[in-house]
């Protein structure tokens, strides 16, 4: 239970400094969402003052010294209100963003557990069949996708399966005409309309799991223990299985919190190339048109979400390796 | 990683004097508390060393074609003006065309040389693959190395640093500076990967120095009154440049890889020739409408081949520091 109580404790330090960055930040950086507006605007003619001021006070730019406006900011956060985005004017960030969560999240969410499952038990196949064809060709394999770019592999998807085969569809979530409900029909069309994006992910964050797995299953196969249980007469199965798999896997679940921040990050991609109305779609979108509060609002959203991620894996561990409950 | 020592192969065995700290002085001989000579193997040359290294990374035969393959990008960036049939921003050909004798892999919807904007591609990610991995790297040696060797509440405070950025999500962190900062070019691409891509290498090192931290040379080092700054870079990073070596790849291909996604994204600067930006173009000019598969195909093929490069060259290096992973020596 300490050791619960001490990671809860870690992470809403870390997600206070997150949401300290995620103010800071635009703070620190040269220009400001008014210049942009003013520039856009300047192009047409010279701006007059009021019309600056007119512009701060649509965008809410906040007045104020630095301490009072970080007050202010953190008990936005805590309402969730994050003032209202500039693209989608009138819609609010707040609605914008937990609109696109639910389709990344679930999404991204079960490729990575089937990529981590599957990556795991083919890195523990690599290691045990070292030096054969069952080690070489998931550890060139992986070498070689996990260094594919998400956006690549996604396009080469989306031009052969998408468009010349026309297996599936190319863009967005669910048909066209549908309108997002629970209903078996949807989802069956929501999963369809997901293939595509998590076979990306999947191709790409897989090598990672097999590589990983086989480093610390090899590590894990040269301990006494092992030998031993070698020794002893084991069924082979049972002493990779049982025997060093177990302790293996136990690094490589610490890699799995670290990984999904790449895997998030290469899913923004990933949505960018198939319109798929994620986070990272809207992210891309909010850069794109300079949607400043947007953008904040999903970055912070999508840091919030790995930490959690994070912290219920590190939980898990505590519980797997009593060691780490010290 | 395991804590087990990561003394480069086949060196001279661990002295059982601390290291003179007049190395030059003492090269062949030193002098014993009797008063006699007595020889101890040469410290071998940096030169030696290296030439060693890079046997051991070569003898690994994935290593080895991750080599050959780093050095065709090398050299392709390097030499681009004399390899390119043309210029890369020379638009003044037919739009759109497919492979012929004149453009091997066609031209862009733009009018462009496939293969020239390809060749001309590599200098960007083979540049920002060293600068940037350069950079991380070195911010992960000075923090991850003095971080090692600290006790107490500044190592907490570095450890809580480290560890969110481990976590904060790098390229949503990469997408937002690089909105902010739009207009930068490539310098503002190299920083933002930097910034983002030191964590993973500081938090390795630190865990070596730590174990290292503990080894009677270094207790040694320290009652023969060397100062903290002398033992952390003179006697404790020597036994780790395979580890520095290893998270320098590493950094590269994150970089790399970054800098494409950024590229692709049109957070760089559009105008310059690059791989990533390549793809940017054909996927904005819909040549995934037009059937052109070469444009969509090729670069995001060499930004794979180069990351992989590096990584295979890394099975090479990890075999430097850790014998068991070496090939062809069983379990």
Known sequence: MRYVLRKIGLLLLTLWAAVTLNFFLPRMMPGSPTDAAIAKLAQNGPVSPATRAAIEAQLGVPTGNIWDQYVTYLGNVLTLDFGVSYTFFPQSVSDLVLTALPWTLVMVGVVTIVAFVLGTLLGVLAAWKRGTFLDSLPTLTGTFTSAFPYFWTALLLLFFLGYVLQWFPTSGAYSARATPNLSAAFIADAAYHAVLPAVTILITSLGGWILGMRNTMINTLGDDYVTFAEANGLKPRAVALKYAARNAILPNLTGFGLALGGVVGGSLLVERVFNYPGVGYLLYNAVTNQDFPLMQALFLMITVSVLVANFIVDVLYGYLDPRTRR | ?331
């Open chain 2, 1 to 331: 990683m395991t804590e087990k020592e990561a003394t480069a192969q086949g060196e001279a065995p661990e002295p059982t004097q601390p290291p003179p700290s007049g190395r030059k002085n003492a090269y062949n001989t030193t002098v014993d508390g009797g008063g006699g000579l007595v020889r101890v193997g040469a410290p071998p040359s940096p030169l030696t060393v290296l030439g060693r290294a890079a046997g051991t990374i070569w003898s690994v035969p994935k290593a080895r074609v991750g080599l050959i393959l780093l050095a065709v990008f090398v050299l392709a960036a390097v030499f681009a003006p004399l390899l390119a049939p043309y210029a890369p921003t020379d638009n003044s050909f037919a739009r759109a065309e497919g492979g012929s004798p004149a453009h091997p892999l066609g031209t862009t919807t733009a009018g462009e040389d496939v293969l020239s904007q390809l060749i001309y591609g590599s200098r960007v990610s083979v540049l920002v693959g060293m600068v940037a991995g350069f950079g991380a790297t070195l911010i992960a040696v000075l923090l991850g190395m003095s971080w090692g060797y600290t006790r107490g509440f500044a190592a907490d405070v570095i450890n809580f640093f480290v560890n969110l950025f481990l976590v904060i999500p790098g390229l949503p962190l990469m997408i937002v500076l690089a909105a902010y900062l739009q207009g930068g070019g490539l310098a503002m691409i190299i920083f933002v990967v930097v910034i983002t891509g030191w964590a993973w290498g500081a938090r390795v090192l630190r865990s070596q120095t730590q174990s290292l931290r503990s080894r009677d040379f270094i207790t040694a080092a320290q009652f023969s009154g060397e100062s903290s700054f002398r033992i952390v870079f003179r006697e404790i990073l020597p036994n780790m440049t395979s580890l520095i070596t290893g998270s320098f790849f590493g950094a590269a291909t994150a970089a790399i890889l970054a800098e494409s996604g950024l590229s692709f994204l049109g957070l760089g600067d559009t105008a310059m020739v690059s791989w990533g930006s390549m793809l940017f173009w054909a996927q904005n000019s819909n040549a995934i409408l037009t059937g052109q598969w070469v444009l969509l195909f090729a670069p995001g093929l060499c930004i794979a081949l180069l990351a992989t490069s590096l990584t295979l060259i890394n099975f090479g290096v990890d075999g430097l520091s850790n014998p068991r992973l070496r090939e062809g020596k069983g379990r």
